[in-house]
């Protein structure tokens, strides 16, 4: 529970924070009439800014803040990962700064501001049904909007000639080389494959339209189990397609396991970001480490992985090489191809010299 006081009266509300942000100790009213200097020195001091006037005018100061933020950018580190790690902190300052602008929903997910748009189906589709009056950051808020939209819009998927629709909080296939690469590579078996960390269920799904008769999808997300379980009833494959709860792996064992980790070992700084920072690299060794033993004889583990850890220094090819002798596998092949997404040629971006350089690869291994 967050409190405040307001107009003379003691106020409380429950906290929200999918992005795991703490609950603000101290909270301020704010409207139309505070100047983004003093909002943002506000909350440089720790003061949480409740918003009480235009919804319109909250979202200009909030992009007030941001540029205030953005005043004194990264400095490039003597290593890559040290420009990595000083980016990371930056970044994580500027989320902690612009979370402080606070907005009220009421039991129902409404927003009494003026202007305000109508997020009550966004919130119910991250936050679940209506509980109780709660108050939420702004920014988090935006984000709700974006994922709405996605889930309601859709991406496109080529290999599959339809739309995957991602949920709030599961990894969307916006990059779409490592889909490319599962529908291209030469297939050992099409009897049975796993999907290990299925996320939307697109590989599933690719793996599916190609022909393998039995698909085991597994994921730890109950987000991502519900958003898999949907893709795939759309697309009409729930009678290939199994969905299952699992850490990494199902029962059993199959002639293609595929797995796409996230692909930078680094702490997230909130739960959302667990698809993309996997710390010490404990989900890729653990699919490493389990995969002999749920291969069927001659099958392969498909591993999607970037090599962007490599080129910011955080692990190296030697140390991948080394986990996959360690774990008794063998690379039987490596397909490479080269990322497309607009960040791999933004020359603003502190960490443009990785992207560029970047290369994602399925790496085909096979029990020794």
């Not at 680094?266 to 739960?271: D, E, G, I, L």
């Amino acid at each position: 529970m967050v409190s405040w006081t307001e107009a003379g009266q003691a106020c409380s509300a429950r906290w929200r924070s999918e992005w795991g942000a703490s609950p603000p100790v101290k909270v301020a009213i704010a409207d139309d009439n505070m100047t983004a200097d003093v909002a943002y020195r506000l909350v440089c001091e720790g003061t949480a800014l409740l918003w009480r006037g235009d919804f319109q005018n909250a979202r200009q100061l909030l992009n007030a803040m941001a540029r205030r933020a953005d005043r004194h950018p990264p400095k490039a580190g003597s290593s890559p990962a040290e420009s990595f790690h000083f980016h990371r902190q930056t970044q994580s300052r500027r989320s902690r700064i612009l979370g402080m602008l606070l907005v009220a929903l009421d039991a129902g997910y409404g927003i009494d501001l003026r202007r305000a748009p109508d997020l009550r189906q966004a919130c119910r589709e991250a936050y679940g049904p209506e509980a109780e009056p709660s108050l939420v950051s702004l920014r988090e808020l935006l984000g709700l909007i974006g994922a709405h939209e996605w889930r309601k819009n859709g991406i496109v998927i080529p290999a599959l000639g339809d739309r995957i629709y991602p949920h709030y909080g599961v990894f969307a296939p916006i990059r779409g080389e490592y889909v490319e690469l599962v529908a291209k590579e030469p297939l050992p078996s099409c009897a049975i494959a796993f999907d290990i960390g299925t996320g939307t269920g697109v590989l599933a799904a690719v793996l599916a339209s190609r022909g393998v008769s039995h698909i085991v999808a597994t994921d730890h997300d109950p987000r991502a189990l519900a958003c898999a379980r949907e893709n795939l009833t759309r697309l009409e494959l729930t009678s290939r397609v199994e969905v299952v709860q699992a850490d990494l792996f199902p029962e059993g064992k199959a002639q293609l396991v595929v797995c796409n980790p996230p692909w930078v070992p680094a702490r997230p700084t909130s739960p959302i970001e667990q698809s993309i920072y996997d710390p010490e690299s404990r989900m890729l060794y653990g699919f490493l480490k389990g995969l002999p033993a749920h291969l069927e004889p001659g099958g392969e583990g498909w591993l999607l992985l970037s090599d962007l850890a490599e080129h910011l220094e955080l692990r190296t090819r030697t140390e991948l090489l080394a986990a996959f002798e360690q774990a008794g596998l063998v690379v039987r092949g490596k397909t490479d191809i080269r990322p497309t997404h607009p960040r791999a040629s933004d020359q603003a971006d502190p960490l443009r010299a990785a992207r560029a350089a970047e290369i994602t690869s399925l790496w085909r291994l096979g029990a020794r």
